[in-house]
Structures are given as C-alpha cells and as structure tokens.
C-alpha cells in the first residue's frame, strides 16, 4: 500500500503563470523548506508547502550570459546545508551556459553561482549548447549531465560535470572535472551514491544497458556493457479522450536512476509491443558487486500508459517512484513502491488532468528523493493539467508519501 501524506498542488500565485504543459518539474526539501522549479517557475515554502513565493528564475539572476531558459534542477545537500540550483539559459550565438547557484537558505537574494560553457570544458566546442541535464551526489561530489547539439539541433555527445561538495559549500572557486561519450545519446545518473557516482544509458538495437562508474577519488570513469531484455523505442501511441496524444515527444532516454542495498537500478519508457499494449516502464536492476541483472520489474498496465518515471531509495533502502499515467484517460501523475520480493510496484494516483495536452506534448521529467528526515518516505514532483488545456492550466504538484 502507498499513502499520501502530503499531495500539494501549487496555483498560480505559486508560479507566476510560467508553467509549461512539458512541466519538468524538479523538487528538493530540507525539515521545513520545499524548494520547486519548473518550465519556467520557480517557487519556495517555508513551510512544508502550506504556503508557497515566487522566485523568478528570469530576474533572480544577472543576464550578463544570456537569459535563462528552460530546464532547471534543484537538491539539497543535509551535509553541507546547502541548496544547490541548476538553471539552463538559452543560447547566445552557437552556445549556452548552465548556471549552478547555491545559497544556505534557498530564499532569494542568497545565492552565489558558477557558470559554464562548452568552450569552459573544451575550447573546440564553439558550436555547441547544454541541454537536458539531470543532478545527483555522491559523498564528495555534486553531479550534473547533459545532453549537447549544435547550432542545427544537431546532437554531439553526452557528458557528466562533477564539482567537489567541500568546494561549493565553502564558495571557494570550484575544482570541475567533465568526461563524455559519443555513442550514447543520454545518460542517467543514479540516486542514493555512495563514494562513487553511477550512470547509465541505453541501446534499444543492441538491448543493452552501458553502465559506468566514476569514483570520487579518481579521474577515471569505467564501462560495462550489460544485456537486458528487449523493448520497443519507437511506438509511443496513446491516445486520451477525443482522440488526443499526449506522448508525441517521448523517447527511451533513461529518466530514473537509483542505488540501494547493493542494487543499481534504471528505468526508462518503452514503447508498444507484444502483450504490453500501452507503453510502459521498463526497469532493470543490477547488483553492484556482480554487474548481472538480478531484476527486470517492468511497470506496465494493459488499460493505459506509463511514461517518464524517476526513482530513489528512502533511508529504509526501499525504492519509490513518480511517473505519468494516462490513456484512455487524461495525464495523471502517480507515485509508487518497488517491492523487492515480488518484483512489482504498488502505485497511486495524486492528481489526475481535466484536460489533455494541445499539441500532445507531456514530459520530459520529474524527480524523486529520499525524504529528509522520514526513514521510510520520499518526496516527488509531479504536474497535471486543471481547467484547460492552455500551458498556464498545468498544476505542479509536491508529494511525499511512504509505504
């Protein structure tokens, strides 16, 4: 059984009308302070999310590199006491900068921030911009990363940045290290690192998971190849009422990633295909000491779609989820519970959508932590669509739930 303990959803005056219906939304909380962002809002409480203030991510910042943009990430460190906040900014000319900014307190005015470029980790990439990122620790390290096309939307490669907590928490100038590939189109980091930090990406044509570990201690990363079940990265039909999509944009790029218990764990969605007749989650685990599969606990429904989830492991070790659930309905979003002996999830709807999207258009993330201070719960973001169909009629939500 899953229950809700907290199931916000945030209004306008919450995020100053600059939501999108592909949300992205993003949350972190310390004992009393949820931080949440989105596609284009960014929102703070200090109080556990009974009451909630802007905080614009276009004005909060100086435009000296540009304007921000678009994707955004927000974690908490508990070591260090530290917010740390990644923002996306558009492109200027053939390039782009993210912007990660930390503060003590996460309120506005407080933060002090670093900014990079494609040229900061290789002066050949003058052509070139940051996009798609997604954020994790390890003991030593905060983590971020990227996708990076070209000027024709063309993409180049997949990389991982690293910064060294100690660093970042005393705001000295920052020791970053970067590695990347160029045979993977994305890659996933993993929630819950120890002493080193674990990524991921796929190959749906080889059925192939390609796993790397990059130690804190060390500069250099090691790969794995390891084979997993087949799964369809094409069909991503699902239709809501009157006929509509909303997954048109969606792809096998992995978007959830954990550690626990001697596991790693990675989901993605895959599409239609034979006795699976929605898309679905699939999911591997792997164990850490042997790299074999030890698990494919794939989360599908034969009445509708699973799509874009993410997953962490609470401080119990037990793995939870956010996703998206819909057709033939409207978007819902729902949270959920691995169980570790039967291979299958418990799940449950927070909210569903009055509406569907208008031009098909869900995604492309959420995320899902360990709560806080809660042994046995998570905290998760989440959206739907209340009242229409327009982009400003997306309602974030703030989850936390246990088992």
């Not at 899953?2 to 909380?29: K, M």
Request: glycine letters at 10%.
């Amino acid at each position: 059984m899953v229950t809700l303990t907290t199931n916000i959803g945030l209004d306008d005056d919450a995020t100053g009308l600059q939501t999108s219906s592909v949300g992205e939304p993003s949350v972190a909380a310390s004992t009393s302070t949820v931080f949440m962002t989105g596609n284009w809002y960014a929102s703070r409480s200090g109080d556990r999310g009974a009451t909630w203030g802007v905080i614009d991510p276009f004005t909060e910042f100086p435009t000296v590199r540009g304007r921000f943009c678009c994707d955004q990430l927000v974690i908490y460190l508990p070591r260090q006491r530290l917010w740390a906040w990644l923002l996306q900014y558009e492109q200027q000319g053939t390039s782009n900068i993210f912007r990660l900014a930390v503060s003590r307190t996460g309120a506005s005015g407080s933060w002090r921030w670093w900014d990079i470029a494609p040229t900061d980790l290789n002066p050949s990439w003058t052509d070139a911009w940051f996009d798609y990122p997604d954020m994790a620790v390890s003991q030593g390290h905060l983590w971020v990363s990227f996708n990076q096309y070209d000027s024709n939307d063309t993409w180049r490669r997949a990389g991982i940045v690293r910064w060294p907590l100690a660093e970042l928490a005393s705001a000295r100038p920052v020791t970053r290290r970067h590695w990347v590939t160029t045979s993977l189109g994305s890659l996933r980091l993993v929630q819950g690192a120890g002493t080193s930090m674990w990524f991921a990406g796929n190959i749906a044509a080889s059925r192939s998971l390609h796993l790397f570990q990059w130690p804190d201690a060390s500069d250099a990363v090691t790969k794995w190849q390891v084979k997993v079940g087949p799964w369809n990265d094409t069909d991503y039909t699902s239709s809501t009422p009157g006929g509509g999509q909303w997954l048109s944009r969606l792809d096998d790029r992995i978007t959830g990633g954990w550690r626990a218990g001697g596991q790693l764990g990675f989901l993605w969605s895959a599409g239609r295909a034979t006795g699976r007749p929605h898309p679905y989650v699939r999911a591997v685990t792997i164990s850490e000491q042997t790299l074999k599969v030890t698990a494919e606990p794939d989360l599908w429904s034969r009445n509708g779609a699973w799509a874009y989830p993410a997953a962490a492991a609470n401080k119990a070790g037990t793995v939870g989820l956010t996703a998206f659930y819909g057709g033939p309905d409207h978007p819902a979003h729902a949270v959920g519970v691995l169980d570790a002996t039967s291979n299958t999830w418990a799940t449950k709807l927070t909210a569903t959508s009055t509406h569907s999207p208008l031009q098909g258009k869900w995604g492309d993330y959420v995320v899902c932590r360990a709560h806080p201070s809660r042994r046995t719960s998570w905290i998760a973001s989440g959206y739907t669509l209340q009242g229409g169909q327009d982009r400003r009629n997306i309602e974030p939500r703030y989850v936390v739930f246990r088992r």
